[in-house]
Structures are given as C-alpha cells and as structure tokens.
C-alpha cells in the first residue's frame, strides 16, 4: 500500500513535468547546446586530423572547446542546475497554494510519499533528459565522425550520466528545500537562483579576491607562492558545486588527466604519456563525486524532515 | 458501536496558543452532523485531528474505532475529506483527476474507470469529464470535490465548509447531493459550516464549537428548547393602537426585561410566559390586542446566544 502511494505520485509527477512548458523550453535550450558544440568540435576534429590523438575521439566532443564555444560540459554546469531547479523550487509550496496539499494527504498514503515522489520523478526526468541528449550527440557523431564509441568510452560516459543527474539533483532537492520552508514560490524560485549565481559566479570572483589578500602575489615570487595562492583558490571553489562537478566530468572524460592540482612542468616531462583506467580516474576525483552526492542527499533529508514535521496548516 | 466517531477530551495547542480544548464530540452511524461554529473557532483543526493530518497535544480521535494519530492509514481508507477552499490540479481533466484520486486510494485503472463515470454522473458533470479543472466554475470544482470523496466508497465523509462561495443555486445541488448521498449508501457525514440556514436545512444534529469549546449539541429543536428553558423567550405583540404609557407598564411586569416598540407592534424579552400579564396591561390602557405571539428560536438565535454565553 505504501509502495502503490509513491508509484501514483511518481507517475502523475513524471506526466506533469514532461507536459510542463518549462521543462520544454530548458529542454530545447539544453539539446540546442549540445548539437552545436558537438557540430564544432567536431568540425575541429575534422579540420585538423593530424593534432587530435585518435584515442578516445568520442569523449572528446564532450570536452573540447572551440574558439567560439565552451565545451558542452562547462555548458551543463550552467544549465543542469536549472533543470534541478525548475523542478524543485515549487513542488511542495505549489501544492500548498492550489489547495491540492490536503485533497492528496486525506487519501490512504504516508505522508513521505508525496515529496519522495516528486523527487523521484524529477530525478527520472533529469536522466532521460540527459540520457536523450547523449544520444543526440551520438547520433550527430555518427552522422558527422562516423566513429563508434569503444567499450572504455562507454563506461566513462555512463559515470559522466551519473554525475550529471546526482549535480542536478543536488539543486533539485535545494530547490524542494526551499518549496518547503517558503509558502510563496516567487520566494522559493528566486532564493534557489541566489544559489546558484552565488556558486556559479560570485564565488568565482571570492575566491580569487581571498587568495590575493592571503597570498599576495608580487612582482619577485617564488614557486611556492604561486603554488599556495591556486591551492588557497581551488580550496575556495571547491564549496561550489559547480567546481566539483567540473571536475569530477573533467578527469572522467579525459582519461590522461592525472591530477587536478597545479603541477610543475619537469614533473609532467616524467609522467608517462598513456591514458589512466577508469577505476585510476575516479580514485582522482572520488572525493568530489561523493562530496556531490553527500550535498544532495543532506538537502533531500532536511526537506524531508521539515516535511514531515510541518503542519498542514499554520494558523 | 453506537458511535463511530468519538473524540475524548481532543485538545490541540499551536505553540501554546488554543485551538481546540477538550472536545468530547460523538457521532451516530449514518447521521449528518453539522459542526458549526464561527471562523477560527477549532472546527478544520478538529477535523485535521480526525484524519490524522495532525497530531492531537491529548486526547484521543476515534473513527469506526481506529485510532487516528496511530492508524492513519486505516482512517483515511475509510473516510472522504473534502477540504475548505479545495483545489485541484488545472491541467488535468475531471476524469484524470478522480483517476489520480483512485490510485492515491490503491484502486487499479480496470477498476475505476467505471466507478469514475457512475460518480461523475451522480454530481452532474459527465459532460465535462475531459475538460480542464482549471477552467471549471467553483460550483463545479466542489462538486467534483465530492466526486473525489465518492470514488473511494467512504463509510464517513468529512465535508469542511462544502458550499462557501457558491452561488444559493449552486449550494443547494450540493446539500441536495449530501443529502442522497448520506441516505442512499448510509454514509456518515460531518459537515463544518457557518451558514447557519444550509446546516438547518440538512443536519440531523448539531455542535457548536467556539473558542475549541462544544458549547452546544442536539438537534435543533433541542437546542431552541434548552436555550428557551434556560434564559428567555420573545414576545411580539401587535395593539390597535400605540398607547404611550404602553410600554413603560408593560416593562413593570414581573419577568420582563426588555421591551421596544416601532409601529404598533411591540417586541418583549422575557424570562417567563407572561401573555396574560401582558393582555391586561394593554386592556387596561386604554385599547386592545390584535395579536400575541411567541417566537421560536431560529438557528441564528440559538448561535448568537451560545457565542454571548461562550
């Protein structure tokens, strides 16, 4: 009985957010980005064939960046937290508002079942979002490259998937965060976009003031204070989501990443030139990976918490 | 069970402040019981307790013997809600919405879909079963409010303020509708309402809450008569012609305590039967009693009087 409650929630939720005009314009947006990246990076393969390293040509397209464009995965770590947060900002508030709150916690199911419901669905949405838009650069690859991705490849996209939805749905439970501790949605929706400016830009821009007022960097410096000033910055961006999940995609697309750090170009010379495993990659970035999902799940939980805790009507 | 729904000394405070105290409220099987009671008087944060929705600071909520702070489930299988100022999905159809309705309840598609059309059908709204809600009037948003209540074959109804902001039209479809209901398939009903009329028009008996207080139970005749026994009754008298030393001698009288006059027609207040005094007292003045009547309380009277004493 309780499983049937999420699964009719699940269901209703997943028909309204594929009907919803919102997700239809992020959509278009999103898949729009990654035809054209992928058309000019892989233009740029096919102009100069001679500089592209033939191994894991089909990962390329997600990270290259052309003259004109970012790579598509800079782009998802613009959009894909307004996907999450489209979905969440008034999943719990808006039902408040409409009057539906009481109308679906009078009928025969637990109380958790709605919000895991709606986060469930919006998480099955995200992922058959990205899912179709990697099969659209699939398609766009096969048409413009011709090459057929390799078993390697297909396993690191696969962990590429994951990341994308658990970056995704730590902005969607922030934003179903917000819908419960918020009644109005014009609330929910512009404090979950304060979020995501704070992380997308403005830390950005605090992290490099913090790491020039610590660090100073002047005209006679040695290796070492450069060396400190970047691991005072990375350290700063790494509260950004956005930076973890940059990352994380970055070092698991590029199998011969070998560290995030900033690294001294004798030692690079030693570095032996042969792509890492996926296992190796994933060693590099586990601690952002899980840092990821260990975001999502605390901001799930205090909604669910707050959740269950709240009257259904404050007098 | 002679009750099937009960609450025991039912109390409910909101960060100290009092909604509800001390409720002793019981209800017969398949009888329609207006809760009545002003705004903010505890009568939503009642019916939230008996559905489980929130939890009692003490006492006890029992439905057909479940428990409704530890058997919520059991509860609501068994009992329909129809919210005060309910809303529904906009872009869902009529139909979808009591689909939805129907799995929130565990009942398969196969199931429900004639089920759905019998209901849409009993409130009237098989014509528009595949248009939006959102572009449904109030009227038809409450009665499809109790189509969502009829899908799950409810042995008790809880109807929160069923016909507020409905055209007099529209709300005598839908007390008609709770009417049939109630007695063609011996549901039992609770019906919070300020609209003393409709209450009077289709309860059976009655509780008046104030200030988280039932202050008053029975039916309504009941009511009248304990208020007319305990305090005072109204006379209405009309003279042949206003005399006017009439009604300072009238006000002489042993019993009465209030008299006002507009025409030729004079209203008493007192706390006895006091006609005959009274036809004297106008005889001796000087003209005579065209009519003397005793008036009965109205549902209107007997709240306005439980508020002054509550």
């Known amino acids: 009985m309780k499983v049937s409650g999420v699964f009719a929630v699940f269901w209703k939720e997943l028909a309204d957010n594929f009907g919803s005009r919102r997700f239809l314009i992020l959509f278009i947006l999103i898949s729009l980005i990654g035809v054209f990246t992928t058309y000019l990076s892989s233009q740029a393969i096919v102009a100069k064939p001679a500089e592209t390293p033939t191994e894991f040509l089909f990962l390329r397209l997600f990270t290259s960046q052309t003259q004109s464009l970012p790579s598509f995965v800079s782009f998802l770590g613009f959009f894909a937290p307004l996907l999450g947060i489209i979905f969440g900002f008034d999943a719990i508030n808006s039902e408040h508002s409409r009057g539906t709150m009481s109308l679906v916690l009078s009928q025969p199911i637990f109380r958790d079942s709605l919000i895991n419901g709606k986060f469930l669905s919006s998480l099955a949405t995200i992922a058959i979002t990205f899912a179709s838009i990697i099969l659209i650069v699939f398609g766009l690859d096969l048409r413009l490259l011709g090459i057929l991705p390799e078993g390697p490849e297909l396993s690191r996209l696969a962990v590429f998937f994951v990341m994308s939805i658990i970056y995704a749905g730590f902005y969607l439970s922030l934003g179903i965060l917000f819908s419960v501790l918020f009644r109005r949605t014009t609330t929910s929706a512009l404090t979950s976009m304060a979020v995501w400016f704070f992380f997308t830009f403005f830390l950005y821009m605090l992290a490099n003031v913090i790491a020039d007022y610590t660090v100073p960097i002047t005209q006679e410096v040695t290796e070492e204070v450069i060396l400190k000033h970047t691991r005072v910055q990375a350290m700063i961006m790494r509260f950004s989501p956005m930076t973890l999940y940059g990352e994380s995609v970055n070092v698991v697309l590029n199998p011969s990443v070998r560290t995030l750090g900033p690294i001294f170009s004798e030692a690079s010379e030693e570095l032996i030139p042969a792509p890492l495993s996926l296992s190796q990659s994933l060693l590099i970035v586990w601690p952002q990976f899980v840092s990821l999902i260990a975001l999502m799940l605390i901001c799930f939980s205090v909604s669910y918490i707050v959740f269950m805790k709240q009257e259904i009507r404050s007098i | ?310």
């Open chain 2, 1 to 310: 069970m002679e009750w099937v729904v009960e609450t025991r000394e039912l109390s409910k405070f909101y960060n100290g402040v009092k909604a509800v105290e001390k409720l002793n409220l019981r209800i017969r099987e398949g009888e329609i019981y207006g809760l009545l009671g002003p705004n903010g008087a505890g009568k939503t944060t009642t019916i939230l307790m008996l559905l489980g929705l929130t939890e009692p600071t003490s006492g006890r909520a029992l439905v057909y013997g479940y428990n409704s702070t530890t058997e919520p489930l059991k509860v609501k299988r068994i009992t329909g809600y129809l919210p005060e100022n309910v809303g529904f999905y906009e872009d869902l159809t009529a139909r979808e919405t009591l689909r939805y309705i129907a799995r929130l309840n565990g009942i398969p598609d196969k199931e429900s879909s004639s089920k759905i059309d019998e209901v849409l059908k009993s409130v009237g709204l098989s014509e528009v079963s595949e248009r939006e809600v959102g572009k449904f009037s109030r009227g038809m948003t409450q009665r499809l409010g109790i189509a969502t209540v009829l899908i799950k074959h409810p042995k008790f109804v809880i109807l929160d303020e069923p016909t507020t902001g409905i055209d007099p039209e529209g709300a005598s479809h839908i007390l008609d509708l709770i009417v049939k209901m109630s007695r063609e398939q011996n549901i039992t009903v609770l019906l919070s309402s300020h609209l003393l009329h409709q209450v009077q028009r289709i309860c059976d008996r009655v509780g008046i809450v104030s200030e988280g207080h039932l202050v008053g139970e029975g039916s309504i005749e009941q009511l009248g008569r304990e208020i007319a026994g305990k305090e005072q009754t109204f006379l209405e008298v009309q003279v042949e012609e206003l005399m006017p030393n009439i009604a300072n001698s009238i006000r002489k009288i042993e019993g009465v305590k209030e008299v006002r006059s507009s025409g030729n027609l004079l209203s008493i207040r007192c706390d006895r039967d006091v006609r005959r005094q009274v036809s004297k007292v106008i005889v001796d003045s000087g003209t005579l009693p065209l009519q003397i009547r005793s008036r009965d309380y109205t549902l209107e009277e007997i709240y306005i009087r439980y508020f002054q004493r509550g």
